[in-house]
């Protein structure tokens, strides 16, 4: 089992910035490909952006990509997110995801979908004001 905690959410003005983190525990060794979700109120989750831990490769959706970056600490096995240029939009719910990308799992080839993550935090909030 992998444990994920999210950290850094908050309120903001449009412009501003935030960093997210977020924390896993237990069999971090299954935590090969790790993602950045949200779900604002009413609407579908979207993914945002995702990091494949041992080669590095990312993908963010095109809403982020520029204002985004995300990033993973091995050592201390932390994922984050710097959010920079925040938009109204961006408001919602942001949900860490990892998935031990085992034969077979969807994550390989849709890391930016969040239906085939095996591993969820209960996430933090992001609000960006006008």
């Known amino acids: 089992q992998v444990q994920l905690v999210e950290s850094g959410g908050g309120s903001v003005q449009a412009g501003g910035s935030l960093r997210l983190s977020c924390a896993a525990s237990?069999?971090?060794?299954?935590?090969?490909?790790m993602g950045w979700f949200r779900q604002a109120p009413g609407k579908e989750r979207e993914g945002v952006a995702a990091?494949?831990?041992?080669?590095?490769?990312?993908y963010y959706s095109d809403s982020v990509d520029g204002r985004f970056t995300i990033s993973h600490d091995m050592k201390t096995n932390t994922l984050y997110l710097q959010m920079n240029n925040l938009k109204p939009e961006d408001t919602g719910m942001y949900y860490c995801?990892?998935?031990?990308?085992?034969?077979?799992?969807?994550?390989?080839?849709?890391?930016?979908?969040?239906?085939?993550?095996?591993?969820w935090g209960k996430g933090t909030q992001v609000t960006v004001s006008s």
């Open positions: 990091i494949f831990t041992g080669g590095g490769s990312w």
């Open positions: 995801a990892a998935d031990p990308l085992f034969l077979g799992s969807p994550v390989r080839v849709k890391p930016l979908e969040g239906s085939g993550y095996k591993y």
């Open positions: 237990g069999d971090t060794h299954n935590t090969n490909c």
